[in-house]
């Protein structure tokens, strides 16, 4: 046998080698430092660049203990972040429990949000009509004459004060709740992440 042989068969009977586990240190008393909307709104800062490494758990922990500081009460958008997280996790209840402190008062709910807040519990417990009902409330609102000249194909194009340009969906997170319906039978992390469940090809 050769000596290249030899090297094959040795790299072909070499057991692979694990995966190496992220890197899931961070400075916590930095982040519960932030301001609110740095700590959850930096795309490169604050607890997403932490749940983008492969450290899901650690993020909706430090979401946890930034939502409990004085600085974040009322922002039910921290505790939303943190409520997909665990949903990702497979921690369905505790999600569903952290959901449900988002809903808006009515007078307060522009339209759309809690309306997606129950599409996606509904999702989480396997409850396909409430699913499609809450799809149905969310087609239902009203388009805001302001926003009227902006839409296309379903969409809602404008540019921010920043220079981006955006395309999202109208009315917002209709793709998402389209995605739970064409992938009800996967988990939250898959349905919700998976751009073939949102947007299928050729749609």
């Not at 007078?107 to 129950?118: C, S």
């Not at 209709?174 to 992390?189: A, E, I, Q, T, W």
Request: net charge negative.
């Amino acid at each position: 046998m050769t000596l290249l042989s030899l090297a094959l068969a040795a790299a072909l009977g070499a057991a692979p080698e694990p995966p190496k586990a992220p890197d899931c240190s961070y400075d916590r008393d930095a982040m519960l430092a932030m301001e609110p909307d740095a700590f959850d709104q930096d795309l490169e800062g604050g607890w997403r660049p932490l749940a983008e490494r492969d450290c899901q758990r650690e993020a909706a922990d430090l979401l946890a203990a930034y939502a409990a500081l004085p600085k974040a009460a009322g922002n039910t958008t921290i505790i939303w972040h943190e409520g997909q997280l665990r949903a990702k996790l497979g921690q369905t209840a505790e999600a569903i429990a952290l959901m449900q402190r988002t809903y808006k008062p009515k007078d307060k709910d522009p339209g759309y949000w809690n309306a997606y807040v129950d599409g996606t519990i509904a999702f989480l417990q396997h409850d396909r009509a409430a699913l499609e009902k809450a799809r149905a409330a969310l087609v239902a609102i009203p388009t805001p004459e302001e926003f009227a000249g902006a839409l296309k194909d379903g969409r809602y194009h404008f540019t921010t004060a920043g220079g981006q340009k955006v395309d999202v969906a109208w009315p917002p997170n209709l793709d998402v709740l389209d995605g739970f319906l064409r992938c009800f039978d996967r988990d939250y992390h898959n349905a919700y992440g998976n751009q073939a469940c949102r947007k299928p090809e050729g749609g």
